[in-house]
């Protein structure tokens, strides 16, 4: 997107833009019924919506790349996620409202489980509570680094937050977490000169880390990633023309919302709550972006039946989205998370966008297989969402004479 085109057509209007982002939505099919899970659910609402949708599979990144949940969001938010790169520390810190300063780098940590012989047998420490979170944190916290600032902040669950403070501290380092069992934690590495010193610090940490974790079993570890300063970039109403409102429970994609500039709404972790969120600022707000995570988790966790389950939630839900009459609805991921590679992949992503002047397709639900011959396209760029909210929203003025 070149956001230098679009902002002089850019108009002012009423109308309403709903984007909903079910989390890692896309799958495969699992090996005794070759279904996926979207083709399992019960999914009655969806594919009503989806007979009056145009409908297609957008690529987050580019043909074969897998993206993280950061370049995900960002592809569809109408930010090109090759240009715009950010590190998930960053993420983390604005999600926490952890007030980031220019000598800062933060990293994304997780506690994880390591066995005797220093592999890593789970990468989530088994999703330990919150409250055994804040507990670690403060012990990580007292570690002594020399000439350094040091920040950890407990996230939710197993995901904390690392901020190190040094002008001369740089951002550049490969993430030490293997995305693979059976493995040890990786040594830090600098991928530039300048990061050399970060690298030491961090080495510094994790090896004090691994002594005063070393008792509290299966949280015996921590694996980063995502090292990285806030970048500046132009806000979402700059590039759009939208006052924007993020409504999520998990902080990684508020702190997403926030380095854009969109107004994060407080609200409770339930998708109905939510939705009452945003029925409560409805008047408020032109865009409005709903987040739901359940189905990127269970699909992590390698969990078919339960990402099903998460999908048919989110169904019984569509119903009061639509009750707010919406000018523009799309629903999408941000990327795939098939249950059968607990883990994020590179596959497209089933969308669908409902306006009452879109040109409905001939899909009549919504899964991978239907939505492959909608009329967005097979692979059609994330970035082009955006703009063809906006167009659904009589928000674009006509380009040339």
């Not at 009056?52 to 043909?63: K, R």
């Not at 007292?142 to 937050?161: A, G, S």
């Not at 510094?204 to 974790?213: C, S, V």
């Not at 089933?350 to 297989?369: I, N, Q």
């Amino acid at each position: 997107m070149d956001f230098t085109i679009l902002r002089p057509l850019l108009k002012p209007n009423t109308t309403k833009i709903v984007l909903f982002i079910i989390d890692g939505i896309g799958g495969l099919p699992q090996k005794q019924d070759k279904q996926t899970e979207l083709e399992v659910a019960k999914t009655p609402h969806l594919d009503a919506l989806v007979k009056e949708s145009i409908c297609g599979l957008h690529q987050p990144v580019l043909p074969g790349i897998t993206p993280g949940s950061g370049p995900g969001h960002l592809g569809v938010f109408g930010y090109n996620p090759i240009k715009y790169q950010v590190g998930r520390g960053v993420l983390s810190a604005l999600g926490i409202n952890f007030d980031l300063g220019p000598h800062d780098v933060a990293a994304r940590g997780n506690f994880c489980t390591i066995d005797k012989q220093g592999l890593v047998q789970d990468r989530r420490a088994g999703r330990i509570p919150t409250k055994k979170n804040i507990e670690l944190c403060s012990e990580l916290k007292t570690i002594p680094l020399p000439n350094v600032d040091l920040f950890v902040r407990p996230v939710k669950e197993h995901r904390f937050l690392l901020v190190l403070r040094n002008e001369q501290l740089e951002g550049n380092l490969a993430d030490t977490d293997p995305q693979e069992l059976g493995k040890p934690p990786l040594e830090p590495q600098a991928l530039t000169t300048e990061a050399g010193l970060t690298a030491q610090v961090v080495d510094q940490f994790i090896d004090q880390a691994r002594h005063k974790l070393e008792p509290h079993y299966p949280a015996n570890m921590i694996l980063l990633r995502g090292f990285s300063k806030k970048p500046k970039w132009p806000t979402f109403q700059q590039s759009f023309g939208l006052k924007s409102a993020a409504i999520a429970a998990y902080p990684m994609y508020k702190g997403l919302a926030r380095l854009l500039g969109m107004d994060v709404l407080q609200t409770e972790d339930t998708l109905e709550q939510r939705i009452h969120t945003m029925k409560t600022n409805w008047d408020t707000y032109d865009f409005f972006f709903l987040h739901e995570k359940k189905t990127d988790s269970s699909g992590e966790d390698g969990d078919f039946q339960r990402k099903v389950q998460a999908i048919e939630e989110v169904d019984q839900h569509i119903p009061q989205i639509l009750d707010l009459e919406p000018d523009v609805v799309i629903i999408t991921g941000d990327h795939s998370t098939p249950a059968e590679l607990k883990y994020h992949s590179w596959h497209p992503v089933p969308t669908l966008l409902w306006s009452k002047v879109c040109r409905p397709d001939a899909v009549t639900s919504f899964t991978e297989k239907a939505c492959i011959t909608g009329g967005l396209g097979p692979r059609f760029p994330a970035e082009d969402l955006m703009p063809l909210a906006l167009a659904n929203a009589f928000r674009l003025e006509k380009f040339g004479a």
